[in-house]
């Protein structure tokens, strides 16, 4: 069952997660866990925003400061937030990061919690 729900990820995309953490792991990592506004337009907001979000995304992936993330869902599978670990060299990149996410900006994400955050080295 645990790999038919995880089918859709490529070798590329599980070698990205590997590269990024071992690469950057001089970086200070943190779990990003954020749930949606509950309000009628909440999910309006959310799928409006997405595109520039996922953007988003793979910038951070590209400079190396995304390690991996998604949407929560409910029960009926709908969105309700998302959990990221994202890595940064300092605290001031983290807050630059949280100063422009789109989730944030665009009233998507009711509450952020950010915890330093370790990602588990399996190559040692």
């Known amino acids: 069952m645990f790999e038919n729900r995880f089918s859709f990820l490529k070798r590329t ?9 071992n690469k950057y792991n001089t970086m200070n990592q943190y779990l990003i866990t954020a749930y ?10 959310r799928m409006a925003v997405r ?3 996922l953007d988003g995304a793979r910038q951070l ?3 190396g400061n995304f390690v991996i993330g998604g949407a929560m869902l409910n029960e009926e599978g709908k969105m309700i937030g998302s959990t990221m670990v994202l890595q940064f060299n300092s605290e001031e990149e983290l807050n630059a990061w949280k100063q422009n996410e789109p989730y944030i900006t665009q009233h998507v994400w009711e509450t952020v919690d950010v915890k330093p955050f370790r990602v588990a080295n399996l190559e040692v």
């Open 13 to 21: 995309d599980l070698y990205l997660v590997h590269t990024n953490i």
């Open 36 to 45: 949606d506004f509950t309000d009628t337009e909440a999910l309006n907001r």
């Open 51 to 53: 595109p520039i979000h």
């Open 61 to 63: 992936r590209e400079n």
